[in-house]
């Protein structure tokens, strides 16, 4: 494998999720921070109208808008699209895509602890998120890469991708405790990678404990798509934690339980994300698996 | 005092504040639930188009559109200036404004819990607050009547006021706990309103803890208002807990900490409020007084 030339850091492809836009403006404002004598970083506001106007997205969720198609398809007009095709044009080097290695800040209203998004199960990957985790056992890893989708996400234009996901945290606030745990892990994966370039990371094979999409489960809704329970109390805040069969995973509003009723153990993820109430996505339901790597 | 005749129950004044919103369609789905015998209750959506965009507000901050100055001012053009004097009208009964209690729910991003926010200390409002803290220890009570300003929010149209604040509570979302914690704040005052038409409130003397406001503090900015620094760690959700002189409130991005200068000891609330942070509010300061009311 070629050494890695280049790494892009982005923040606020969400514009309501703060840690990643005040990491990027700091980063921006101290360059000497993400510098490193082996390769070149370079840093990004994803979405600046976002930012500026408080919210997630203007018209359209730009994390939903690098599909190969998307990007090629020259038709398609709204804030996001336009600028997802500016992006994948300001990562672009010497005419060539993608960037070696891309890392997207973001925060999620869920209690997803600190989390590192894999973009794909590239050995490279993997043993880059053994080793961070390996130094920080609380970091959670988890990926979609075997869904059979297409990554759609910022992440994909990097060769090697990693989303940072921290909660929870409401949009529209810092939280200074996951503010500095996202930057300790940003400097943590830029340490790494100055030692993959430099030869020093062994090959010694690593534990990984990984957390990989297997579906979703979405809220009770009525015929106009009127949602009808809640996350019940018991599964709030849950992430990463067993749900068995027969626990209760809604509550309706009249207080009534909704019961998990699927037949195998499995390990929900971004329960209770505000962004995804619109996706029809209660939480993601995840397998874990330890590996070696 | 004549009886009380006619309450209002206010949700999505807010429209990203779903514990409000929700509640309000089961209370209009449901009308039994709020329906005594004594006096007409009747229900509001306050901010529709807010809710449908699933944003706070659609041009401004509903909840500081009912300044009677404002009321008054027909040049006032903005959505959020016509909907007030739209509620205001729809609040209106043969020409008579206002309805004798008005209760506005609302969810906030800060550690409140459950709090009641009290439009006046009216004896009425705080021996009605007395009762309810008294069957639920844990409902904190706050109050901004004696700051000097006017009441310019959605609770200034009650003769009698009250928001409810629950939190934390991410913009977006929905908890099941704190909604029913809302549904039984709201029976718990309407029974109390029953009960007090029924002549069968006590005239005992009650004990009242209550959080008065004393003022303001900003999150440090440069000149052109940009935030340098975040709420505390040790600061974040400690909502109605003793902030003593030299405790540290900020953080800045640097990781360099900022002490609370204030040469007394006082109670901050609203800490960290997503929507406060363009509003020039980190934190309110409070005073924690015992009363006998």
Redesign the interface.
């Known amino acids: 494998m070629n050494p890695i030339q280049r790494v892009a850091i982005a923040g606020g492809t969400h514009g309501n999720e703060l840690t990643g836009i005040?990491l990027i403006?700091?980063f921006e404002q101290f360059p000497h921070l993400t510098k490193r004598a082996n390769f070149k970083t370079q840093t990004l506001l994803g979405n600046p109208k976002a930012v500026s106007a408080?919210?997630r997205y203007i018209d359209k969720d730009l994390n939903r808008c690098f599909g190969k198609q998307n990007l090629k398809d020259m038709t398609l007009s709204c804030y996001e699209e336009i600028r997802a095709k500016i992006i994948q044009k300001i990562l672009e080097h010497n005419g060539q895509s993608p960037v070696d290695v891309l890392l997207d800040l973001h925060s999620t209203?869920s209690n997803m602890g600190v989390t590192i998004i894999l973009g794909s199960l590239h050995p490279f990957n993997l043993r880059l998120a053994a080793y961070i985790s390996s130094m920080n056992p609380l970091i959670k890893l988890y990926s979609s890469a075997q869904a059979g989708r297409e990554d759609v996400s910022l992440k994909s234009l990097g060769k090697f991708g990693f989303t940072i996901e921290v909660g929870?945290v409401?949009?529209?606030?810092?939280?200074?405790?996951m503010?500095?745990k996202t930057e300790e892990i940003v400097q943590g994966i830029l340490d790494y990678l100055e030692k993959w370039n430099q030869g020093k990371i062994s090959d010694d094979k690593m534990p990984l404990t990984l957390y990989q999409y297997v579906g979703v489960i979405d809220y009770p809704r009525n015929e106009q798509g009127k949602?009808l329970a809640?996350?019940?109390?018991q599964l709030?805040c849950r992430d990463y934690t067993a749900l068995h069969p027969g626990e209760p995973i809604f509550?309706t509003?009249d207080?009534e339980a909704i019961a998990y009723t699927q037949n195998t153990t499995l390990y929900p993820v971004f329960i209770?994300?505000?962004?995804y109430?619109?996706k029809g996505i209660a939480m993601y339901l995840t397998e874990k698996q330890e590996l070696i790597v």
Chains 1, 2 share one sequence.
């Not at 809640?230 to 109390?233: D, E, L």
């Not at 209770?272 to 962004?275: K, S, V, Y």
Request: glycine share 10%; no cysteine.
């Open positions: 005040y403006n700091k408080g919210r209203t929870p409401a949009p529209g606030t810092l939280n200074a405790e503010f500095q949602i809640m996350i019940h109390p709030q509550l509003f207080g209770n994300e505000a962004a109430y619109e």
